[in-house]
């Protein structure tokens, strides 16, 4: 057996291509594929290199090329054989011991047959075969690359190709992928009562059908952003151990023409290979807008697709095995079609967890985190009121970062405070300089902001005040923690929550007999409650029981859009009397409150600035050493939920 330093030259080129291309077992090749998919378009280059090479150097090395001088010299000395002369050249043999075979270029020589005739050699001449010639210069590589594209197209699987473009570009995981369950999903017991039903019917279907009954063909996750519907989703295929079709309703529609419906085609007939199984369809908005909503014109592609999913929802049989189920934060928005029975029938509310939601929530998120003994998660769920689970993971999150930049062992009580100052009010600007005169008024205003809170009857009490500057103009805030989740309010509670907006500009008002624009936020927000109270609760006096203002907000998005006024220029004119007096009074309310409490506001305002960060119950003593102030004039009611107060700085 050769040994290695002997190896073969065509061997040696082998194994340094394999190496170079990445197949094959050489040793410092890690990609290796799996043997049933060695197959690389690699082989075939290789191939054809090995064919050339022995083409030039096996072949062409047994006829020799002899100048065409040296052809007529062997002429003349008779040694040469029988020739066969061809359009361009000329071969033939030596006569002799070796009979080696030549070749030469044909020249334009009018006397070489001659001279053959002369000597009598025998020659011939040679058929040129055009068709051969046609079909190896343009057949051959057609079909060469022809193979090269199928090999392509193959390779690049669907989704990837050109022609692939109808394709369903769906997620698909299988029974072992999805291994979300009901557990995983915390503070939306309701919705996942609810889906409870699908989970049996997709288990044991002959359950659900014994008595005659039909499954919703689809089931509308519908709630704020952040709140779980993608993840109650999974958790349903999880629970009932079916594969699970994920998609976007923006991955439908494309540049060209008739993908989009082509695609939904394509993910129904998918399904229904695979049933039982869960079709999901996230951001169902984007696909099934209403019809005719846009004035500019409509969007012919995406109408083309919507009509083609409700096609395929009405001739889809769920007893098929096949859910379909779709999450959006606009239902406002969409087609009325889809809503019918018979399509999305049935729709379950993914809501904002209570507290109790919210402390299971932070419980499964801080399953993998240390946390420090004082770590209260009851406490931390009460401080953060219409927080939704992706807010709360986002705390989880960045309170173990906080702590591990801290080179802590463990999360701390601190950092969770840290990681919710951060969510709520922004990130601390440590290298902000204020002047003191500034730094003066942010400190008298948000201690009038926690004075106030503290003297009314029905708002929340302080948990830190700070005149620290956070996010983008915010150069302090007073947070205040709920007692309890409470989901509408009373007369008295918004007029003490107006009372606690202004106290910030009064406080302003009283110390330095001037005013800025840091109470640029309070304003709008206390315009926007007294005219609420106006307008849509009905709680004037002089304007009675009349709603004068539809809705401002979309369900379940924080923006509003604006709506044409239902009332005359004469009612105008009382409601802006009507949100001016309600200012008013506030106004003068929170005037007598911090003119008896003048001694506490200075001494807060001059600890504030001293320390840039006050707790509750320092406050909490301050006021109870003092004398104390006037009673509010509200009646007594239980809490209210309100976030933190949250101040603009100075402009």
Not at 264 to 274: P, T, Y
Not at 309 to 316: A, N, S
Request: net charge negative; with cysteine; glycine share 8%.
């Amino acid at each position: 057996m050769a040994s290695n330093g002997n190896k073969d030259p065509i061997a040696n080129l082998t194994e340094k291509l394999r190496a170079l291309f990445g197949f094959g077992d050489h040793p410092n090749n890690k990609n290796t594929l799996p043997p049933k998919k060695r197959f690389s378009i690699w082989y075939f280059l290789l191939a054809m290199l090995f064919l050339s090479y022995a083409q030039q150097f096996l072949v062409s090395s047994k006829v020799e090329t002899i100048p065409y001088s040296q052809f007529k010299q062997s002429i003349a000395d008779g040694t040469v054989g029988a020739l066969i002369i061809g359009p361009e050249n000329i071969t033939g043999t030596l006569e002799g011991s070796t009979g080696q075979a030549f070749k030469t270029i044909r020249v334009d020589d009018p006397g070489l047959v001659k001279e053959l005739d002369e000597r009598n050699i025998s020659y011939s001449g040679q058929y040129d075969n055009k068709f051969l010639g046609s079909l190896l210069a343009w057949v051959l590589p057609l079909g060469f690359f022809f193979l090269i594209w199928r090999f392509a197209m193959k390779k690049m699987g669907p989704g990837m190709g050109v022609m692939s473009f109808s394709k369903s570009k769906a997620k698909i995981f299988a029974e072992s992928e999805t291994k979300v369950t009901f557990a995983d999903a915390a503070g939306i017991d309701e919705a996942k009562e609810e889906l409870q039903e699908v989970v049996e019917f997709l288990s044991t279907p002959e359950k659900s059908q014994k008595l005659g009954g039909r499954l919703p063909k689809g089931v509308l996750l519908v709630g704020p952003p952040g709140t779980g519907k993608t993840l109650l989703a999974r958790a349903v295929a999880g629970e009932a151990k079916v594969p699970f079709f994920s998609i976007s309703g923006s991955e439908f529609v494309e540049m060209f023409v008739g993908v989009g419906a082509a695609r939904v085609r394509d993910l129904f007939s998918q399904a229904a290979a695979q049933a039982p199984c869960i079709i999901f369809i996230d951001e169902l908005d984007a696909l099934g807008k209403a019809r005719g909503m846009n004035v500019m014109g409509g969007h012919d592609e995406r109408e083309q697709t919507l009509n083609q999913l409700l096609v395929e929802m009405d001739g889809f049989e769920t007893n098929k095995g096949v859910i379909i189920m779709a999450a959006t934060n606009r239902p406002e928005i969409l087609d009325p079609a889809l809503l019918r029975p018979g399509r999305f029938d049935r729709q379950v509310l993914v809501d904002r967890p209570d507290i109790n939601g919210r402390e299971a929530i932070l419980k499964i998120h801080s399953k993998n985190v240390v946390l420090g003994p004082e770590v209260d998660l009851r406490m931390i769920a009460g401080r953060t009121p219409g927080f939704v689970g992706a807010d709360l993971a986002n705390i989880i999150n960045e309170a173990a970062l906080l702590a591990a930049r801290n080179d802590k062992e463990t999360v701390e009580l601190t950092d969770f405070d840290e990681a919710i100052d951060r969510l709520v009010a922004g990130l601390q600007k440590k290298n902000r300089v204020m002047n003191p005169k500034e730094k003066e008024i942010v400190a008298f205003h948000e201690s009038g902001h926690a004075i106030v809170a503290e003297s009314v009857d029905h708002a929340d009490p302080v948990h830190k005040i700070s005149i620290i500057p956070r996010g983008i103009a915010a150069l302090g805030y007073t947070q205040q923690q709920p007692t309890e989740d409470r989901y509408f309010m009373t007369r008295a509670e918004l007029l003490d929550r107006l009372a606690v907006l202004l106290g910030g500009r009064v406080a302003e008002e009283l110390v330095f007999d001037e005013i800025s624009t840091g109470a640029q936020n309070d304003l709008e927000r206390a315009t926007d409650i007294a005219r609420s109270m106006v307008t849509e609760y009905g709680m004037s006096d002089r304007l009675g029981l009349v709603s004068y203002e539809r809705p401002r907000q979309a369900m379940f998005l924080p923006e509003s859009f604006s709506s044409a006024k239902q009332y005359s220029e004469a009612k105008a004119a009382q409601i802006d009397d009507e949100v001016a007096r309600f200012v008013d009074e506030a106004h003068q309310r929170v005037r007598k409150i911090l003119s008896a409490r003048r001694t506490v506001l200075d001494d807060l305002a001059r600890l504030l600035s001293q320390k840039e960060s006050v707790q509750g119950d320092e406050l909490r003593q301050m006021l109870s050493a003092a004398a104390p102030g006037p009673a509010s004039s509200s009646p007594v009611q239980p809490s209210r939920d309100l976030t933190e107060d949250e101040e603009k700085g100075i402009e």
